[in-house]
């Protein structure tokens, strides 16, 4: 029996599996509501903000507008809605990224249902939810040496160079071109007096800019 304090949850994801699963274990909870669910934000805005959620599950990786970019949109629609990202990726740049662009929480898809299920809870109460690995890589963030010459732009790209990551692959993961980042990586290269990605990488890890 449904009633009008129950949690109303909406669904953004294209796994139609994960989708129905979510929807399932969501819909069957005392206390919550799934008010819809969407392949898509292309989907979702033509009705999303009828639907009215308190809570928002949202996927980072979808076809069409990216969740990330999805974000800030999806905001402006429901500035009271809060936005819970659910995906398999844990890239720093894209925590941060998530975070900045209004994301209340940030859960990766492995996170027990019974844990998703009370995050929901626990965003509705003020709280930050984080898969504990997320919430690691936070914190470890606040711990960096705060008289870095880097720019947050630089930190994020070399800690892309960092993991391994091309140049290409970068720029396609930050949605700017090539040309920038190699612009980028030849300032910290300047900034950091090194030469090369090993340098560089030593000397950032060494004075903790990263």
Not at 105 to 132: D, F
Not at 179 to 190: C, D, G, M
Request: overall charge neutral.
């Amino acid at each position: 029996m449904k009633n009008e304090l129950d949690i109303r949850v909406a669904i953004i994801e294209d796994d139609e599996t994960i989708r129905e699963g979510y929807a399932f274990l969501i819909g069957n909870t005392r206390g919550y509501k799934i008010v819809g669910t969407y392949v898509s934000y292309e989907e979702a805005v033509k009705k999303i903000v009828s639907d009215s959620p308190d809570v928002i599950l949202l996927d980072v990786e979808l076809p069409g507008i990216t969740g990330i970019e999805a974000l800030p949109k999806l905001k402006k629609l429901l500035p009271d809605t809060h936005i819970l990202i659910l995906t398999v990726y844990e890239q720093e740049v894209l925590i941060f990224r998530a975070l900045g662009n209004g994301a209340a929480g940030y859960l990766t898809k492995n996170t027990q249902p019974e844990k998703i299920v009370a995050a929901i809870h626990e965003v509705m109460e003020g709280g930050g939810p984080m898969s504990a690995h997320i919430a690691r890589m936070v914190i470890s963030s606040f711990k960096r040496n705060e008289a870095t010459p880097l720019t947050r732009r630089e930190t994020e790209i070399l800690e892309q160079i960092a993991t391994g990551k091309s140049r290409k692959r970068i720029a396609d993961e930050l949605y700017i071109d090539l040309e920038t980042v190699k612009s980028h990586i030849k300032n910290i290269y300047h900034k950091l007096d090194v030469h090369s990605k090993a340098d560089a990488i030593k000397a950032a890890r060494d004075n903790k800019f990263i």
